[in-house]
């Protein structure tokens, strides 16, 4: 190199030190001021997130950034990763903070309860009051005696994917066996979204989905539903709302909460536009086996950017086993297995072995049973001044109450009186005027909670 490049060179990083340590005063700046923001919006007790304002400012900078010759994808990653730490600061600032109810909340005030020697009927949280199929404790049973007692492999026993994938109509190396559902999607977006990406959710929806995108720096977009239009999708919206970041679509269905089920022309009008666009599609599959009119998995679609999860949680009554599992393409399981890999090696090989003795029982009157029990919620909550549309599938009720009433106090009220319920802001902020009555407790228990709701609600 000649030491007139040389020189060039050296010039020319002198000049990017000097261009970066002005990004980093302007980027200080912007944060100042979404300081001031987060406390002229706390004084005007305004909510914190304002997708409008955000889609104006990225309207904006997109068009300077065509105009110099940017990318528009690098743009929105970086744009992404200002909003959300605007978002961060504006809700450290604020003096208002408001702390989001949700199931697990609830769960964890209810056990206290409990451990204070109250009696609660446990109507906020999905966990099956019925024992799994009896193979599975024969299975436990005998693992010392098999010496099933060891590492397994990443991706789960052998046994098992072949059990899972002939069930699903999917081959073996199709299949990943995870630590419950939730970790499945967990390492399904870290091993496809990177910072500043997008994802976009139907809500009401489970937390999890949300708090996993923002534990990893992805940008969620939620759609809303509505009681009013039976939880219908927005199609036009989420076509409307896909650019150049959005990676990554997430469906549930049966949805928790409302247990609304996907139709096939929804499905189909979703992957036209997730291939249009190469989104991959999660498909959140946990409540299938308590669908109550005609399913479709997202499998029968054979998109290949596709990964269907699911779990023996719900459909063998295994909440403690935590067993679960991903479904989706050799290349994206492969990428899944590496994170599993690093997190948690493997899932525990005695609990492994119950499942697939898990698979070789009868589980459909479990179904049953739950359709049996959402039909006596639906009789009671007739008497309620509330609005529900009836779930295709799934196992709970979410409800809107009339009149205006508060249903914090409410929550709260029948806490006190020994029932607990899920908040409906768990399931995403403008449900703050819903709960979730979830049907996994014996009718006895199911009245008798409903009886303390009217007791309550003064009705």
């Known amino acids: ?50 997708v409008s304002v ?58 206290q309860l409990e451990s204070e020697g109250r009696k609660i009927i446990h109507l906020e949280v999905g966990e099956p009051d019925y024992m799994p199929p009896v193979s599975v404790k024969h299975e436990l049973l005998k693992t010392f005696e098999k010496r099933h007692v060891h590492y397994t492999q990443t991706t789960g026993i052998p046994l098992l994917r072949k059990s899972i994938a002939k069930e699903r109509s999917v081959r073996d190396d199709n299949v990943i066996v995870s630590p419950g559902a939730r970790f499945a999607v967990f390492s399904a977006m870290v091993s496809t979204l990177s910072v500043g990406d997008e994802m976009v959710i139907f809500e009401p929806a489970w937390p999890a989905y ?23 999708l927005d199609l036009e919206e989420l076509e409307k709302m896909i650019t150049p970041n959005t990676k990554m679509i997430v469906l549930n269905s049966p949805n928790n909460p409302t247990g609304k089920i996907i139709q096939q022309r929804e499905m189909e009008y979703i992957l036209k536009l997730a291939t249009k666009n190469n989104i991959f599609v999660l498909s959140d599959e ?12 997202i499998l029968e679609f054979e998109y290949d950017k596709s990964i269907m ?17 991903a479904i989706a393409s050799k290349n994206i399981i492969d990428k899944i297995s590496k994170i599993q890999a690093i997190a948690v090696t493997s899932v525990a090989e005695p609990m492994q072995y119950a499942a697939v003795a898990a698979m070789k029982s009868n589980v459909t009157n479990n179904a049953t049973l739950m359709k049996k029990r959402l039909d006596f919620i639906r009789r009671e909550l007739e008497d309620i001044p509330c609005d529900f549309i009836n779930p295709d599938g799934g196992m709970y009720y979410f409800l809107r109450f009339k009149n205006n009433i508060d249903v914090n106090k409410i929550i709260f009220d029948l806490l006190n009186e020994g029932v607990a319920v899920a908040p409906g802001t768990g399931f995403g902020e403008s449900y703050f005027d819903f709960i979730r009555i979830s049907a996994c407790q014996p009718i006895k228990l199911l009245n008798d909670g409903l009886k303390i709701l009217r007791k309550v609600m003064n009705v």
């Open 1 to 50: 190199m000649s030491e007139e490049n040389e020189l060039k060179l050296e010039k020319l990083r002198d000049d990017m030190r000097l261009v970066t340590a002005d990004i980093i005063k302007l980027i200080h700046k912007r944060m100042n001021i979404a300081s001031q923001i987060g406390n002229i919006k706390n004084n005007l007790m305004m909510k914190i997130e304002d």
């Open 54 to 111: 955000e889609q104006d400012i990225a309207r904006y900078v997109h068009d300077m950034g065509t105009q110099v010759g940017l990318n528009n994808e690098f743009i929105g990653r970086l744009l992404n990763l200002l909003f959300l730490e605007s978002i961060r600061i504006q809700k450290e600032k604020a003096s208002n903070k408001e702390t989001k109810l949700d199931h697990m909340a609830m769960f964890l005030k209810a056990k």
């Open 309 to 325: 999860v699911s779990s023996f949680s719900k459909s063998h009554a295994m909440t403690g086993f935590r067993v679960g599992y």
């Open 286 to 297: 946990v409540y299938s086996m308590y669908s109550y009119i005609p399913y479709r998995s």
């Open 210 to 232: 949300r708090d996993c995108a923002n534990f990893i720096g992805v940008k969620v977009k939620a759609i809303k539903t509505s009681v009013e239009q039976k939880w219908d």
